[in-house]
T-cell receptor, first 116, second 113 residues
Framework: DAGVIQSPRHEVTEMGQEVTLRCKPISGHNSLFWYRQTMMRGLELLIYFNNNVPIDDSGMPEDRFSAKMPNASFSTLKIQPSEPRDSAVYFC??????????????FGPGTRLTVL | AQSVTQLDSQVPVFEEAPVELRCNYSSSVSVYLFWYVQYPNQGLQLLLKYLSGSTLVKGINGFEAEFNKSQTSFHLRKPSVHISDTAEYFCAVSDKGNTPLVFGKGTRLSVIA
């Protein structure tokens, strides 16, 4: 298996622009998680899906952030408009739900976002 | 809600010396426990996990961890570290499937030649 695939790997944009991060989970996994990692705040869970349904988005910092999972093999995290404080590494992870949501997660390589 | 405390943010250690990275979690209910490793510019990868059974868990790259229910701890150990072990290590816990993993803030292990 190719593992969790994220694109792009690096994104540099200017403040105010829309940014879309993409994730393809491991085939057969039914839970998907979006995280943000910064030096100051560490690893933060933004939102997670189970069977394509958003379960908890309480970690999404504000309305500028939105996430979708239109099918089992694709998810997007969108920031509109982007701000310099959104600069971070964004990770997508997926898991197989036989152990419920608390099972082992498989992480993608991350997208490094820089907002100028 | 669960919380995870990694007591040391940075641990420097000389090559071939033993190391212990500490992790404590908040709840005494039944839990799943994990250690993940993150090498520079990479995603997190699983090092080892405790689901049930033996409290001593062996993982990849010679690491092991011991689940101590009474002390709500899951410390990570390696008897002899290598330069290649330099990375950030994250402890994570879940309350047996009901909610996603809760991660600690990480411990940066630096192995010195």
């Amino acid at each position: 298996d190719a593992g969790v695939i994220q694109s792009p790997r690096h994104e540099v944009t200017e403040m105010g622009q829309e940014v879309t991060l993409r994730c393809k989970p491991i085939s057969g996994h039914n839970s998907l998680f979006w995280y943000r990692q910064t030096m100051m705040r560490g690893l933060e869970l933004l939102i997670y899906f189970n069977n394509n349904v958003p379960i908890d988005d309480s970690g999404m910092p504000e309305d500028r952030f939105s996430a979708k999972m239109p099918n089992a093999s694709f998810s997007t995290l969108k920031i509109q408009p982007s701000e310099p404080r959104d600069s971070a590494v964004y990770f997508c992870a997926s898991s197989l739900g036989v152990m419920g949501l608390g099972g082992e997660q498989f992480f993608g390589p991350g997208t490094r976002l820089t907002v100028l | 809600a669960q919380s995870v405390t990694q007591l040391d943010s940075q641990v420097p250690v000389f090559e071939e010396a033993p190391v212990e990275l500490r992790c404590n979690y908040s709840s005494s209910v039944s839990v799943y426990l994990f250690w993940y490793v993150q090498y520079p510019n990479q995603g997190l990868q699983l090092l080892l996990k405790y689901l049930s059974g033996s409290t001593l868990v062996k993982g990849i790259n010679g690491f092991e961890a011991e689940f101590n229910k009474s002390q709500t701890s899951f410390h990570l150990r390696k008897p002899s570290v290598h330069i290649s072990d330099t990375a950030e290590y994250f402890c994570a816990v879940s309350d047996k499937g009901n909610t996603p993993l809760v991660f600690g803030k990480g411990t940066r292990l630096s192995v010195i030649a």
